[in-house]
Nanobody
Framework: VQLQASGGGSVQPGGSLRVSCRTN????????MGWFRQAPGLEREFVAA????????RYAASVKGRFTISRDNADNTVALQMNSLKPEDTGVYYC?????????????????WGQGTLVTVSS
């Protein structure tokens, strides 16, 4: 299983960015895809996740209302649209895949990981 992240970059506070993740497997091999982020000196934290079948999603409280996760099963991609970005959103964003259907916000509950992509929010 491979996960390939893309997007990210630098933006001023209040701006928007989009990160995407493509996998090489279908919805039966990877049930849930999520995004985590890690800021320098801090632990990796949950951002959002989506069930590839059904499309239900969950968000961390810190991003709810500002970030939107979506999926395109025909293209095996998941995207995270990030609006109203804040400096505290800065970090390396990782996409992850989980085989089991139960929700979890723990990074240890994810089975597959893509490479990170850097998001910097700074004036």
């Amino acid at each position: 299983v491979q996960l390939q992240a893309s997007g990210g970059g630098s933006v001023q506070p209040g701006g928007s960015l989009r990160v995407s993740c493509r996998t090489n497997v279908g919805t039966f091999e990877v049930y849930t895809m999520g995004w985590f982020r890690q800021a320098p000196g801090l632990e990796r934290e949950f951002v959002a996740a989506i069930r590839r079948r059904g499309g239900s999603s969950r968000y961390a409280a810190s991003v709810k209302g500002r970030f939107t996760i979506s999926r395109d099963n025909a293209d095996n991609t998941v995207a995270l649209q990030m609006n109203s970005l804040k400096p505290e959103d800065t970090g390396v964003y990782y996409c992850a895949g989980r085989v089991r259907p139960e929700w979890t916000e723990s990074s240890s509950g994810y089975d597959y990981w893509g490479q990170g992509t850097l998001v910097t929010v700074s004036s």
